[in-house]
């Protein structure tokens, strides 16, 4: 049986809270950035705590070339689900997170 989604964001806290060290720079600024990260993704071992570590995720937003990057703000996010819908992360998400792969 598979996690909800309440399970797995709340096991993505808990490991950004105790400390699970996540690639938050380079930010993915261009498309060569954004190739190596989504590659490093898919010769990962797909795990959660994989995803979040490449993907970068914080419990905050960064603020980053003057754009606070907060997970409600990139194109990615479901709101009513709470969710990162980028296929290489498909993660449940918080709206104040952020991730080096954010979008507008």
């Given at each position: 049986?598979?996690?909800?989604?309440?399970?797995?964001?709340?096991?993505?806290?808990?490991?950004?809270?105790?400390?699970?060290?996540?690639?938050?720079?380079?930010?993915?600024?261009?498309d060569?950035?954004?190739?190596?990260?989504?590659?490093?993704?898919?010769?990962?071992?797909?795990?959660?705590?994989?995803?979040?570590?490449i993907?970068?995720?914080?419990?905050?937003?960064?603020?980053?070339?003057?754009?606070?990057?907060?997970?409600?703000?990139?194109m990615?996010?479901?709101?009513?689900?709470?969710?990162?819908?980028?296929?290489?992360?498909?993660?449940?998400?918080?709206?104040?997170?952020?991730?080096?792969?954010?979008?507008?």
């Amino acid at each position: 049986m598979s996690q909800s989604d309440d399970a797995i964001r709340k096991e993505a806290e808990a490991l950004l809270e105790n400390g699970l060290k996540t690639t938050v720079f380079p930010r993915a600024d261009d498309d060569a950035q954004i190739s190596s990260i989504i590659a490093e993704l898919n010769k990962s071992d797909g795990s959660l705590e994989q995803r979040l570590v490449i993907g970068g995720f914080t419990l905050e937003p960064i603020e980053y070339q003057e754009i606070e990057q907060a997970c409600e703000t990139c194109m990615y996010y479901l709101v009513h689900r709470r969710y990162c819908e980028l296929p290489e992360l498909d993660v449940p998400v918080e709206a104040e997170w952020s991730c080096r792969l954010w979008r507008i």
